[in-house]
Nanobody, 112 residues
Framework: QVQLVESGGGLVQPGGSLRLSCVAS????????MNWYRQAPGKGREWVAQ????????NYAGFVKGRFTISRDNAKNTVYLQMNRLKLEDTAVYYC?????WGQGTTVTVSS
């Protein structure tokens, strides 16, 4: 079955950086379009970024464009989210998503 395991979250100051990872298994990762979502405290889950199967095409939500970068390593079945210039409002649980399956999430807290 599909398994998605996120890691890399933590506490960071505004302006700082983090890199999230999502290791996938149970499906053909190299054929999968992958997405990151996030859910802030008290809010609904929202889409953050998407990457094509070979990584040659990416899309971002407006609120992260220019600050976050999605990438992947198909040899490692892993998708990444590099987050730079973090803001207080980026505080959320970040989830990896593939065709109806979610990981357990990794918590990012931006605080001074």
């Amino acid at each position: 079955q599909v398994q998605l395991v996120e890691s890399g979250g933590g506490l960071v100051q505004p302006g700082g950086s983090l890199r999230l990872s999502c290791v996938a298994s149970g499906f053909t990762f190299s054929s999968a379009v992958m997405n990151w979502y996030r859910q802030a405290p008290g809010k609904g889950r929202e889409w953050v970024a998407q990457i094509s199967t070979v990584g040659d095409s990416t899309n971002y939500a407006g609120f992260v464009k220019g600050r976050f970068t999605i990438s992947r390593d198909n040899a490692k079945n892993t998708v990444y989210l590099q987050m730079n210039r973090l803001k207080l409002e980026d505080t959320a649980v970040y989830y990896c998503y593939y065709r109806g399956s979610w990981g357990q999430g990794t918590t990012v807290t931006v605080s001074s």
